[in-house]
């Protein structure tokens, strides 16, 4: 009889009929949401397909008709203009992190605004700042530092955040401006040394998630978007550096 009750609560706990959900996700989110994404699997049976990459693409790809049904931008403002044209459902967005900016060296001396006003370093990586949110964050400091004229000619401009982080880690640049989810994990920088960018130098980097039409109607398309503001989740995000 113990058995049987077991059984029975084991297929309450279960969804109905377990479902997948195809999510563009925004490279700076890529070690977070591959732990969430285990686990999501694990507590609700939901498979969620990743496909990792620059947020600007993704919008050119959805609008495009690719297969996504969530999509976890890298900004506010491209899942609102989804809403907008009509390729996103209205009401279901909202920010899922707040990323941080971080001034990263691969290498282990100490790292901060001192280093950068010093210039010695040959070469600094950002990415794109026309469309990564990252990038545009990271001129938003030099700017703020009154640092641009200092550092134009060692600027190492990267497609992504993913590339920036890329250029310093194979030794292409010294110093990259990246998202610090790239180099911390468990509360702590994994490699190497950074300065974490005081959040006043720039514009706050929130990044929303949004159900797209494709995923209107789908359980496991809302259930990851549940799923992303649960405790459990938030706790894995916030390992990674990001604010609520």
Excluded: C
Excluded at 34 to 62: P, R, V
Excluded at 76 to 84: C, F, W
């Amino acid at each position: 009889m113990k058995h049987a009750t077991v059984l029975v609560a084991a297929l309450f706990a279960a969804p109905a009929v377990a479902d997948e959900v195809q999510v563009a996700v925004a490279s700076n989110f890529t070690a977070p949401m591959k732990q969430i994404a285990a686990a999501f699997e694990t507590d609700t049976g939901h498979k969620a397909q990743l496909a990792f990459g620059g947020t600007g693409k993704f919008y050119a790809q959805i609008r495009n008709g690719a297969p996504f049904e969530v999509l976890l931008a890298a900004d506010d403002a491209t899942p609102a203009r989804l809403v907008t044209e009509g390729a996103a459902v209205a009401g279901t967005g909202f920010t899922y992190a707040t990323g941080r900016l971080g001034l990263w060296s691969a290498g282990p001396g100490p790292v901060d605004e001192r280093t950068l006003k010093r210039g010695a370093f040959g070469h600094l990586a950002i990415a794109n700042p026309k469309l990564a949110p990252y990038g545009a964050a990271a001129v938003e400091t030099l700017t703020a530092l009154k640092l641009v004229d200092a550092v134009q000619a060692k600027l190492v401009q990267a497609e992504n955040i993913a590339q920036a982080h890329q250029f310093v880690a194979t030794g292409n640049a010294e110093l990259g401006f990246v998202a610090l989810s790239q180099v911390m994990k468990d509360g702590r920088i994994g490699s190497g040394s950074a300065w974490i960018v005081p959040a006043h130098l720039h514009q706050p980097i929130r990044q929303d998630a949004v159900l797209l039409e494709k995923g209107k109607g789908r359980p496991a398309a809302e259930a990851l978007l549940k799923y992303l503001r649960s405790d459990k989740a938030q706790a894995v995000i916030k390992s990674f550096g990001y604010d609520r």
